[in-house]
């Protein structure tokens, strides 16, 4: 028997170390051809490919590079011209005519015609529903063709953001003869969309026949990595070469040596929403209590390391021409100050409630934490409840039924509105429940002007009121970082969610 | 041969006894408080003002993992004490009965076995909230199939051997023959299946906080510390160290005294059937 | 036995159909929306109401099962909500992942824990019984979330044997594929192997005090022989129940580990369909899991029936 076991054991040693063989075959793979690039992705593409109907943003990120409008953003965040090469408004801002531009070719090898671009301004402002994905393209009339190479737009009011409404991938130029849009990715972007794998990957080409610039990087794999815990193993490990959005955690893993660490922000207002229909918050004197209890500086270093950007309303600091940096400081930390306030508003025992948090967003957990701790310093008490994103989306976002969640809110589009349209009490996505008949008189006033200082000064005014009104509880805009290793360069923020693929370059 | 057994439940004990004087500790010595944050103190290595170094927040690792060996402990002893008693009892009937009640038992726990437990989960905390008495509820749930499952198949054994049938024609009641005869004789399998779920109960806390139903921050739990710290491997590798050295020993503590006392009772058992 | 096997095979038919009911109820139950899930942050009421009617959410519960049934019946598994493709189409690329994964990790267990199981009951007490006792308490008390981290680091960063996360799909190249499994399967059978060598030498234990062995001992038969003759035929059922139940949970507990290696497995797939209320995948995926539980369980009851007769 004793034998017996040995020649078992021995056996199993074998496959074992077979086993391990194998594992060893699989090490030296990769380096087909050096101009491919597999870029890291925290989630995969659960949703449609039709641009249209695009809703989350790490989509449209990457399918930047894939879909164009009539006019798209730059990194600087201007709106250049795309599809469309000169775009002339009328003296009333309501007529925009685009020329289409010369030699524009689809993945599948048709040009783009005029009717491209009506079916598609037709479909994404969702003239015969009313209920178009980009709110603001409610405002479109009707969309004409002029001849075969220009197409006027006709708007019901004068908008002077419309441009930037439609430099989106959700007002992408897609060709009519697409049977299926849900399916089939067929743009005119720098690549061509090749195929997806659900929770494996998502891979792009280069498209040869582009009109602008080419790309240099012929293949890009999107690699979905769920695992936030084994990215920097990945990267090391060299099964991705580059990965964007992470945080100060991760950053702190990845050894300089092989990596470019680029910083940036992420472009949203983190915060603590309050709703303003749970009875505390209705108060102004308990919000501001609340603003002087929370210190933003200490929520930075603990969550962000200190490399995010304090802010103090919904207005994010990429957006220079809104943003004001005065607004941070508004409420400098004063539990004193906060105690007093309470005691004004009847509240100076203090009062419970709940910070719902959708528990995949860790940053913003870990800021919960944080303002859970200070918020005890002053007599309150909020309790954690971490909720899986779907329930976060339908029973706090749409539904409104918590007292208060952090969470960070981005922009669709590169426009105040974006921001700033949600807090009109009757809004659709007002989440928060704010209600201010004087905000929404001066929103509204502002929105319908056409002059662009005037419309500046007027939205800025709305931020002012917004952190005036303490309306919530503004803490950052958070710190993000991408890793890209050194045998690649050229990679560029943009003030909008994007990763652009072809300005990445070849280290020489 | 009874001596040698005892061994392990000794070394089982010892180690027991360690992670209790482990919390003692924590009673005598608490400079600090389980959710005290401290800037400075941020994923500081292990110095003499931190014994096991500072978390992401800069709080204690040492009381923490206090906290949340105490946390874990709680949560699976209920949960297995639920599991225990829902399970045994199915089992139990299932197992004696036979028959149509057999049958039924076991397609209803196939069912249960079939859907995912994280479904259930979900269902679980969005009828009642997520506390900490719903994660017991939760895991206790879904530990009960497998539990019944395996004292089924006892019970069925045991139901056809003599004893049970003498103490039938002696005019046993059934629940008497169910929980005073034949339980006693199942008891090694019982203890096995227990420790199993405790060990499973530990583990599945630590998965539930991945749908942000566990234990919710700040409160610590060993699994919670141990996904926390997963992500800070490389640079602070402290930061699961000691939750995760803390939570092996724990189970294989756990491990050893169920081994120990089910050997002990297979020798005493044997013993008795001898001087008969 | 013909009839007890169909039997079986009614049942089994029956506990499908009431796990795909429940499943259904329950996720009429849990919060959330496929439509707002599909929406996301651009959700307002009137939107989510158009998609609810577009999706067909808008029906009764019982005609939407129905309908749901309907299908399925005929073969139709319907559409994924979140990746506009059919359901089978997505399945079916990630079955031969999970089976493969299940397979390997399977023969592991039984290669591993049978030897071993019957080795160290066999000599109770002895040095290397010992030995395996204290490796097995440390396996099994180990968290699969960790010894998957541990392997990973190990064999991927330190000894470099495989790139951590660099799966490489069986379309492309199998061998390459298979290789990459060796890791996460060992990863998963670990834990399970020593439950089952804990589990086996246990009952053979209990087995050899039993009456019948201690005649069979007395009338002359050596150990080796009784071992195999009389012991091990009754102590491997419980072994055979339990390897049954870890088959058929290969996928649930999978989850972990192909969130540690990285494999676009069944377990990921649930999750994700889970987290965005895709319920054509998550009723896919669950009637796959059920149908893997109930059919071995069939099995495993057969086989004790083929083995004992008074099981019937």
């Not at chain 1, 936030?228 to 580059?242: F, K, N, Q, R, V």
Request: proline share 4%.
């Amino acid at each position: 028997m004793k034998k017996k076991m040995c020649r078992v054991t021995a056996v199993f040693l074998t496959v074992l170390s077979l086993a391990v063989a194998l594992c060893g075959c699989t090490g030296d793979k990769k380096g087909k051809s050096d101009t491919s690039i597999t870029i890291g992705i925290p989630q995969d593409i659960e949703e449609t490919l039709d641009p249209h109907n695009m809703v989350a943003a790490g989509t449209k990120e990457i399918f930047f590079n894939v879909f164009e409008g009539l006019v798209k953003p730059d990194s600087d965040g201007n709106i250049v011209p795309a599809v469309a090469s000169e775009i002339n408004v009328s003296d009333d801002g309501l007529t925009y005519t685009f020329t289409i531009r010369e030699g524009v070719k689809f993945h599948d090898g048709t040009n783009v015609t005029a009717e491209d671009v009506q079916y598609s301004m037709n479909k994404c402002a969702d003239i015969e529903g009313g209920e178009p994905m980009i709110p603001a393209l409610s405002n479109v009339s009707a969309v004409n063709i002029v001849d075969d190479s220009h197409v006027d737009i006709v708007l019901k009011e004068a908008d002077n953001d419309f441009l930037a409404n439609i430099a989106t991938v959700s007002a992408a130029i897609i060709p009519k003869h697409n049977e299926d849009p849900a399916a089939n990715a067929i743009g005119t972007g720098p690549y061509k969309y090749v195929s997806r794998s659900p929770l494996e990957n998502v891979v792009f080409e280069i498209n040869n026949d582009y009109w602008g610039e080419k790309a240099e990087i012929t293949n890009v794999t999107w690699k979905i990595c769920a695992n936030a815990d084994t990215i920097a193993m990945e990267l090391e490990g060299g099964s991705i070469d580059m990965m964007a959005h992470l945080t100060s955690a991760h950053k702190a893993q990845i050894s300089t040596e092989n990596f470019e660490v680029l910083s940036g922000t992420m472009n949203l207002v983190q915060a603590l929403y309050l709703n303003h229909k749970f009875e505390p918050f209705a108060n102004e004197d308990v919000r501001k209590a609340m603003c002087y209890a929370v210190d933003k500086d200490a929520i930075l270093g603990f969550v962000s390391d200190g490399e995010g950007v304090k802010i103090g309303s919904s207005m994010y600091p990429n957006f220079k021409k809104y943003y004001d940096q005065g607004l941070a400081d508004a409420y400098p930390h004063d539990t004193e100050k906060a105690k007093e306030l309470l005691k004004k508003a009847g509240y100076e025992n203090g009062f419970s409630f709940d910070i719902t948090v959708p528990s995949n967003y860790v940053q913003h957990v870990d800021t919960a934490t944080v303002i859970k701790e200070q918020l005890a310093e002053v007599g309150i008490t909020a309790n954690i409840k971490q909720v899986d994103w779907d329930t976060w989306l339908s029973d706090t976002y749409v539904g409104r039924n918590y007292d208060a969640t952090v969470i960070g809110v981005d922009a669709a589009q590169l426009t105040a509105s974006a921001l700033l349209a949600r807090f009109v009490s009757d809004a659709g996505n007002n989440f928060t429940n704010y209600n201010s008949s004087a905000y929404d008189k001066l929103y509204k006033e502002t929105f319908a002007l056409t002059d662009d200082a005037a419309r500046t000064e007027g939205f800025k005014k709305c931020v002012q009121m917004l952190s005036d009104d303490a309306a919530n509880v503004y803490i950052q805009d958070l710190p993000e970082f991408v890793a890209i290793n050194r045998k690649y360069t050229g990679y560029t923020f943009y003030p909008v969610y994007v990763i652009d693929v072809a300005k990445i370059k070849l280290a020489k | 041969m009874k001596r040698k057994k005892n061994i392990q439940l000794y070394i089982g004990l010892g180690i027991l006894a360690v992670l209790g004087v482990f919390l003692v500790l924590g009673l005598i010595y608490h400079p600090y408080t389980s959710t005290q944050m401290d800037a400075g103190a941020k994923l500081t290595a292990p110095t003499l003002k931190h014994w096991f170094g500072g978390d992401k927040m800069g709080r204690d690792i040492f009381t923490r993992v206090q906290e949340g060996l105490k946390t874990s402990l709680f949560i699976s002893f209920l949960a297995t004490a639920i599991g225990t008693v829902g399970g045994t009892i199915i089992g139990a009937l299932s197992g004696y009965y036979g028959k149509l009640l057999d049958d039924s038992i076991m397609r209803i726990i196939d069912v249960l076995f079939a859907i995912p437990s994280i479904l259930l989960a979900l269902v679980f905390v969005s009828l009642s909230g997520s506390s900490m008495m719903n994660v017991i509820l939760a895991l206790g749930i879904a530990v009960i199939p497998s539990f019944a499952k395996m004292i089924r198949t006892e019970f069925k054994e045991q139901s056809k051997l003599e004893y049970v049938q003498a103490a039938k024609l002696m005019g046993a009641s059934d629940l008497r023959i169910l929980f005073v005869h034949i339980l006693p004789n199942i008891m090694p399998t019982l203890l096995n299946c227990v420790f199993i779920s405790i060990n499973n109960c530990i583990l599945a806390e630590a998965g539930l906080s991945y749908l942000g139903i566990g234990v919710q921050p700040p409160t610590a739990s060993l699994g919670g510390m141990i996904a926390e710290g997963q992500g800070y491997l490389r640079m602070a590798p402290f930061y699961v160290i000691f939750p995760g050295v803390i939570m092996v020993f724990l189970l294989v503590g756990l491990g050893l005294i169920s081994d120990g006392n089910a050997q002990t009772f297979v020798v005493r058992r044997s013993a008795k059937k001898d001087t008969k | 036995m013909g009839k007890y096997v169909l039997k079986k095979i009614a049942s089994l038919a029956l506990t499908l159909l009431a796990v795909s009911f429940v499943v259904f109820l329950l996720f009429s139950v849990i919060p959330g929306d496929p439509a707002v899930s599909k929406l996301g942050t651009q959700a307002t009421p009137e939107r989510v109401e158009a998609l609810r009617k577009e999706l067909g959410l808008n029906a009764p519960f019982i005609a939407r099962y129905f309908k749901w049934v309907a299908g399925f019946v005929r073969g139709n598994l319907g559409q994924s909500y979140a990746y506009s493709m059919p359901v089978s189409k997505l399945i079916g690329g990630k079955l031969l992942i999970n089976a493969t994964l299940s397979v390997l990790a399977i023969i592991i267990v039984i290669g591993v824990s049978v030897p071993i199981g019957v080795y160290t009951a066999k000599h109770t007490g002895g040095f290397l019984d010992k030995v395996f006792t204290v490796i097995n308490q440390i396996f099994m008390a180990f968290p699969p979330f960790l010894l998957g981290l541990i392997l990973t680091f190990f064999f991927g960063i330190v000894l470099k044997l495989f790139s951590p996360g660099a799966y490489v799909g069986y379309e492309r190249n199998f061998f390459g594929f298979l290789g990459y499994m060796i890791c996460p399967a060992i990863a998963l059978a670990l834990p399970k192997t020593a439950m089952c060598i804990k589990l086996l030498r246990t009952n053979i234990l209990e087995e050899a005090k039993k009456d019948y062995s201690k005649t069979s001992y007395s009338k002359g038969n050596n150990t080796t022989g009784l071992l195999y003759k009389y012991v091990l035929k009754n102590a491997i059922m419980p072994t055979i129940t339990f390897v049954g139940m870890i088959f058929a949970d290969m996928i649930a507990s999978g989850i972990v580990i192909e969130q540690t290696f990285g494999i676009p497995g069944l377990g990921r797939s649930l999750l994700s369909a889970i987290s965005v209320r895709d319920y054509p995948v998550v009723m896919a995926i669950v009637m796959l899991i059920a149908f893997g539980i109930v059919v071995v369980s069939a099995i495993t009851d057969i086989i004790h029936a083929a083995v004992d007769p008074r099981v019937r």
